[in-house]
């Protein structure tokens, strides 16, 4: 059994084991505000459309400023930058607490607070992520990495659940008010770290001093592009997340081809998180894994196929707009749909890694800029090419097609960068 759960040696850092606790912690409650958010706006407007918007009030200044707040990361205090941008998150927290208290009732101030909300995180996201190689051993980091992919995937299965529930038991105050409270556990981790100032390379200029702007992002970029196993971290998942990401197909499927509606939708989404969330925590073999690159082509290669399972399952329930739920069709989809969450999980876990591992200190934060990025915004861009293919083929098979489709590209990658098959965790090299 130690070999099967998750390795927790990491925690037996105290600074690490506080910030753990913080972010799961208030994780949790950054997901039940999600919910809350969303629920408040289609409460006021009943539109799905204004709901959506949402997403693009969060992803705009996250996909703008993630690249800058790595930069920023990267030439000052990460503590330091940490702690500034979680407090700036704490404030839109209560902003949005204090608007449902006051009763403001305006769709206009939750997008401009969801808008501030993505900003802030955009800068505290690569901070916290770059924060983790200075408080692990580099053998560590696996396993740290797993720990965190655990507490992120409980927060994302739980979180919902208990804003749905405060939101219903009594309205949006309660669910804001409780995010505040939870999200003192993070402040409180990040306050107890030492002083992280980046570690600079000989001859360069004293941190601070250095200009924080367009070239600093520039040369995260072009670093980036000179380093092919980190290249190909990006380039592996997005091949996954543009092309095979099933979850936009969700909701039509709940009523066109399986039945169940909302609950079905709900139960194949929550079927992902859970098997993420049993990967990781039964990731205690994950630890001493050298072959890195090779587990992620492997992961990913599982994802498509499970997805491709997923398609196979619609076609054979057929689209015909079942009055009462397909129970066969619905358990297999489940399990499918667990089984690339899983997969997921584990690609997660080594990608963030490699890219901890084989990047030096001064270009962590700009590298975890653009992971931001990669992660808030290939999910999306998946949402619009398997949306459209669905449109234009039916569900069953876009999902076919893109974890086809996934498959391929995979292939090809891996094929023309063998050095990424090679990559051993024990020698990391970008």
């Known amino acids: 059994m130690p070999r099967l759960l998750a390795d927790t040696a990491p ?12 972010l799961g912690i208030s994780n949790l409650g950054t997901q039940l505000t999600a919910v809350a958010v969303g629920l408040e706006v289609y409460s006021l407007t009943g539109s799905t459309l204004a709901v959506g918007i949402l997403g693009i009030c969060a992803l705009v200044p996250l996909v703008v400023l993630g690249l800058y707040g790595g930069a920023l990361v990267d030439h000052f205090d990460r503590r330091k930058v940490a702690l500034i941008a979680s407090t700036a998150l704490l404030v839109v927290t209560a902003l949005l607490a204090a608007q449902a208290w006051a009763g403001v009732d305006s769709v206009g101030v939750l997008y401009a607070l969801v808008a501030m909300q993505s900003a802030a995180s955009a800068v505290n996201n690569p901070a916290r992520s770059a924060i983790i190689p200075r408080l692990v051993p580099p053998t560590q980091l696996a ?20 804003g749905a529930a405060l939101v219903a038991w009594h309205g949006y105050e309660v669910a804001y008010t409780l995010d505040m409270v939870l999200f003192v556990a993070s402040l409180y981790a990040l306050w107890r770290l030492p002083d992280l100032p980046p570690e ?3 001859g360069a200029a004293p941190v601070g001093r250095r200009g924080v702007g367009l070239s600093s992002v520039l040369d995260g970029l072009r670093y980036l592009g000179t380093r092919p196993n980190l290249r190909m971290t990006f380039l592996l998942d997005l091949s996954a997340m543009v092309l095979a990401m099933p979850r936009v197909l969700f909701p039509a499927v709940g009523v066109l081809w399986i039945g169940g509606g909302e609950a079905t939708t709900g139960a194949l989404t929550a079927a992902i998180a859970v098997g993420a969330v049993l990967a990781s925590g039964l990731s205690g073999g994950l630890s001493a894994v050298r072959a890195q690159g090779k587990v992620i082509v492997g ?4 994802f498509a196929v499970a997805v491709i399972g997923f398609g196979v399952v619609l076609l054979l329930a057929g689209e015909t707009a079942p009055d009462t739920v397909v129970v066969w069709a619905l358990v297999a989809a489940i399990v499918v749909l667990a089984v690339a969450g899983a997969a997921d999980s584990v690609s997660s876990i080594f990608r ?5 591992a084989a990047t030096p200190d001064a270009m962590r934060g700009r590298l975890q800029g653009v992971f931001v990025v990669v992660v808030a915004g290939g999910p999306r861009l998946g949402d619009v090419v398997v949306g459209a293919q669905a449109s234009w083929l039916g569900e069953g098979a876009a999902a076919v097609i893109g974890g086809c489709l996934c498959l391929l590209v ?3 990658l891996a094929v ?9 965790g024990a020698n990391p090299t970008a």
């Open 143 to 162: 396993a740290a990495n797993a720990l965190q992919t655990l507490a992120w995937n409980v927060a994302l299965t739980g979180g919902p659940l208990l």
């Open 410 to 412: 995979v292939a090809a």
């Open 299 to 302: 992961a990913i290669s599982a």
């Open 200 to 202: 600079t390379p000989d």
């Open 352 to 356: 963030q890694t490699i890219l901890q």
């Open 11 to 22: 925690l037996r850092v105290p600074a690490f084991r506080r910030l753990w606790w913080g």
């Open 416 to 424: 023309t960068q063998r050095r990424f098959l090679a990559y051993d």
